[in-house]
Every structure is written in C-alpha cells, then in structure tokens.
C-alpha cells in the first residue's frame, strides 16, 4: 500500500536515497500509469531547424509573365506543412477556399524556401474534408521533408506544445515564425444549447457529429491557419491550427470572439489521404 510507504533520509530535510526515489517513481508509475514519452528529445531550436524545411505558405499564383495581368501575381492565404510522400501538403480548407482567376491561369501554389529567397510551386487540391476544415494538396517538383504525424489521441493537457507558420504572411518575405504554449484543454467544438430554436444548421451538424478539439495557450494569428502543432522534443505533428471553422461554432454565442487559439486532432488527416483514389 502507499500509505506504508517511507523514505529513509540521511538527516532531516534531506534528499531521498537513490534506491528509495527509484521505489517513490515505480509506485507513481503504478498509480498514474504510464507516460507517453518521446522516442528522443531535442532542444525546441533544434527541432524547428530541423521542421522549417517542411513548414510552406499556401495561397494562389499567376504564371510567370502572364501577359493579362495586372497587379500582384502571388497571394497569400495560410500556412500548411508536408506530409506523405514528401510532395503532399495539409492545410485548412477554407485556406483553400477561393475562386481562382481561371481564364488567367491562376492556380493554388505554395511557397518554399527561407527569407526573400522564397520559391512558388504550383499547387492542386486533392482531397477536403470541410467536417474537420482540412485540405489536402499536391505539388509539383522536388520533394519536401514530411513531417511525422503523432498520436493526437494520448495528448494530454497541460502538454508542452510550438507551432510554426507565417503569422503576417510573406510580405516580409518567407520567415516561419513559432509559438510556444501548452495544450489548456481539450473540449468539444460544439456544446448543447439551452434553446433549440437558437441553433443554426451548422451548429446541428456538430452536435450530430461531435468531436474534440485543443485549446491551446499559445496565440495564433490569421495567417497561422493550417500551421502545424507539434511536440517540442521529437516534431510529431499533433494537431493543425483553425480559428475560424471553431471559432463560427465553439464561439458563435459570442457578441467578441475569444483571441484563444484551437487546433483540430491530427488524427482526421488520415481522413483526407483516405478519400484520395488508389
């Protein structure tokens, strides 16, 4: 029993023994069972040298020298990161959601690289799953390093998480920028209403189909859609951030939207790869 348990000291105050805090850690293993740690464990700087590779911007680009435009030929609409085959990206869905200038060959692109020596890379949607707002697209070129997807289903809260993405997009040029915070909660993205008739269609939707998300305390801007949300130590992605597709449900009773950050449970990409046609 625990309560029979004691710890000899050499004096008052003083440290455990070696064998005694060996038996304090067996008997928490055996209460709180085990936990989930990292195959390795780098240092947060190592880490994001070694994901910045994968980290893109997402938006629309016109050809080279298109003889009918006018205006800026590349905008930008969020972040997104690699995964797969390394020539896959996920992303939000409404990220994605533009009409594109067709006629003038616009098309989805990413943007690769680091600083002003960013490089565009056209772009097509693959698959979208508008359920969990996420988006799967392909790119042509050279391949990317993917990212690893982690267990979202053993993320606890009060985890240490970092996200990494373009917070005010590549006007300033292609410069990924991180965040650092914990998971604060994880809770479902719609919650019963006291009054039927005060739900919308889209908030009936999800209390039919309900799913959790993480709340995070860490802040996130609006070109941080689709930015991936990992562990410090090891880089497995856990989750993507959205605001908005949370935010317009979790929060649609609010006269102000919240600043808190969500992310969606990166166990719904495999949704996206599984609607793709073998």
Same mark, same amino acid.
């Given at each position: ?16 023994? !070696?064998?005694? =805090? ?6 928490? *293993? $055996?209460? &709180? %069972? ?90 097509q ?7 969990h707002?996420? !988006?799967?697209? =392909? ?6 390093? *993917? $990212?690893? &997807? %982690? ?109 808190i950050?969500? *992310? ?15």
């Amino acid at each position: 029993m625990v309560s029979r348990l004691r710890v000899r000291a050499r004096s008052r105050g003083a440290a455990p023994t !070696a064998s005694a =805090s060996s038996l304090v850690a067996l008997v928490c *293993a $055996l209460i &709180l %069972g085990p936990v989930w740690q990292p195959a390795y464990a780098d240092s947060l700087p190592d880490t994001i040298d070694r994901i910045r590779p994968s980290i893109v911007g997402v938006g629309t680009a016109y050809p080279p020298r298109q003889p009918n435009r006018k205006g800026d030929t590349v905008s930008y609409h969020g972040t997104g990161f690699v995964v797969g085959n390394g020539k896959q990206i996920i992303t939000n869905a409404h990220v994605v959601a533009m009409k594109l200038d067709q006629k003038n060959r616009q098309s989805l692109a990413i943007f690769t690289g680091h600083g002003t020596d960013a490089t565009v890379r056209f772009a097509q949607l693959v698959s979208t799953d508008h359920e969990h707002d996420l !988006a799967l697209l =392909s790119f042509k070129g050279g391949a990317l390093p *993917a $990212l690893t &997807l %982690g267990d979202s289903s053993r993320v606890r809260e009060g985890q240490d998480i970092a996200f990494t993405g373009f917070p005010i997009g590549v006007v300033l040029g292609l410069y990924p920028v991180t965040h650092r915070g914990i998971v604060a909660a994880i809770s479902p993205l719609a919650r019963p209403m006291e009054k039927a008739r005060s739900i919308n269609p889209a908030q009936r939707h999800r209390l039919r189909n309900p799913y959790d998300v993480f709340q995070l305390d860490g802040t996130a801007y609006p070109g941080n859609s689709g930015s991936p949300v990992y562990l410090p130590g090891t880089g497995e992605v856990i989750g993507v951030i959205n605001s908005v597709a949370v935010k317009k449900t979790k929060e649609s009773l609010l006269k102000n939207p919240s600043g808190i950050t969500y *992310a969606i449970p990166a166990s719904h990409i495999q949704v996206l790869f599984d609607a793709v046609p073998q």
